[in-house]
C-alpha cells in the first residue's frame, strides 16, 4: 500500500490549501481513510476521517473550517482547508488502515503566517 500526499504550502491566515493524497495497493473504496497532523513538539492528532461509505467527523479545532473528501474512481482523498490559522501548521499526513496495518503517506507541510 502506498499514500502519497500533495498540496502543503505556505498560506497567510485566512487563506486556504488543499491538500489531496493518491492511494495505491488497495482496494481504496473498502476502507476509511484519515487525515492526521503534526506539529513540532506536539503528539500527532487525527483531523479528519471518512468512512468507506462517506460519513466524515473531525477534531473540534477544524470543525466548519477543513472538509474531507474522497473520490473512489480516482482513489484519492482531499483535505480542504479554509480560514487557516497559524495553528494549523503542521505536516500533514494521510493514513489508512487495511490488511491489519496502519499505513501512512510521507506527510506534506502546512505553514500558516500570521
Known amino acids: 500500500v502506498q499514500l502519497q500526499a500533495s498540496g502543503g504550502g505556505l498560506v497567510q491566515a485566512g487563506g486556504s490549501l488543499r491538500l489531496s493524497c493518491a492511494a495505491r495497493g488497495l482496494n481504496f473504496r473498502l476502507y476509511d481513510m484519515n487525515w492526521y497532523r503534526q506539529a513540532p513538539e506536539k503528539q500527532r492528532e487525527l483531523v479528519a476521517r471518512i468512512t468507506s461509505n462517506g460519513s466524515t467527523n473531525y477534531a473540534d479545532s477544524v470543525k466548519g473550517r477543513f472538509t474531507i473528501s474522497r473520490d473512489n474512481v480516482k482513489r484519492t482523498v482531499a483535505l480542504q482547508m479554509n480560514s487557516l490559522k497559524p495553528e494549523d501548521t503542521a505536516t500533514y499526513y494521510c493514513?489508512?488502515?487495511?490488511?491489519?496495518?496502519?499505513?501512512w503517506g510521507q506527510g506534506t507541510q502546512v505553514t500558516v503566517s500570521s
Open positions: 493514513n489508512t488502515g487495511a490488511y491489519a496495518r496502519n499505513f
